[in-house]
T-cell receptor, first 113, second 114 residues
Framework: AQSVTQLGSHVSVSEGALVLLRCNYS??????LFWYVQYPNQGLQLLLK??????LVKGINGFEAEFKKSETSFHLTKPSAHMSDAAEYFC???????????FGQGTRLTINP | DTGVSQDPRHKITKRGQNVTFRCDPI?????LYWYRQTLGQGPEFLTY????????KSRLLSDRFSAERPKGSFSTLEIQRTEQGDSAMYLC????????????FGPGTRLTVT
């Protein structure tokens, strides 16, 4: 069984500040991990993925995430927030033999000018 | 390269009516997935197809729900006798093949049952 917990349903940061969105996972198989972003009334866009290669993964729009097996975490970061980063962010897990993505409940990111 | 498309984007229906949604995956993607997303929640898996075969269904998919992918290309999701609890965003996603675990999502169909 797989599950994802996103700590903090709402995160607010100032423009130019560090963005940190937390994700912890549980998986009975080696996990594949993903971050998706969703803008209002739109589908989900893939930001980045971890599929057992490098543990530090770089994605689009300046985001990156680090897979830490010992902490079962896959936190998303961006050094400097931009107003256009305001959106809902979802962490998801899949794995070898699993066909579906299991999502966390999401974190709404607000950027303050 | 066109992405995943879904039609309609919005559907308002009265309780008890049937509705059908369509999803066109990215060309040559042989895996197609349906998810449901309610307000403030992450997407929840409903079902998935490999080519025309429906290989997994969630317990969320009651007998009022049926999905098809007749020729291994587009897919339809039908909800019979809609209930207010069916109001949600229905998302479709596709992926190219096994061992590629990321999925590419369409814009979704927002269903409102009145």
């Amino acid at each position: 069984a797989q599950s994802v917990t996103q700590l903090g349903s709402h995160v607010s940061v100032s423009e130019g500040a560090l963005v940190l969105l937390r994700c912890n996972y549980s998986s009975s198989v080696p996990p594949y991990l993903f971050w998706y972003v969703q803008y209002p009334n739109q589908g989900l866009q893939l930001l980045l993925k971890y599929t057992s290669a490098a543990t530090l993964v770089k994605g689009i729009n300046g985001f990156e995430a680090e897979f830490k097996k010992s902490e079962t975490s896959f936190h998303l970061t961006k050094p400097s927030a931009h107003m256009s980063d305001a959106a809902e962010y979802f962490c998801a897990v899949s794995g070898v033999g699993a066909q579906k993505l299991v999502f966390g409940q999401g974190t709404r990111l607000t950027i303050n000018p | 390269d066109t992405g995943v498309s879904q039609d309609p984007r919005h559907k308002i229906t009265k309780r008890g009516q049937n509705v059908t949604f369509r999803c066109d995956p990215i060309s040559e993607h042989n895996r197609l997935y349906w998810y449901r997303q309610t307000l403030g929640q992450g997407p929840e898996f409903l079902t998935y197809f490999q080519n025309e075969a429906q290989l997994e269904k969630s317990r969320l998919l009651s007998d009022r729900f049926s999905a098809e992918r007749p020729k291994g290309s587009f897919s339809t999701l039908e909800i019979q006798r809609t209930e207010q609890g069916d109001s949600a965003m229905y998302l479709c996603a596709s992926s190219p093949r096994a061992q590629v675990y990321e999925q590419y999502f369409g814009p979704g169909t927002r269903l409102t049952v009145t």
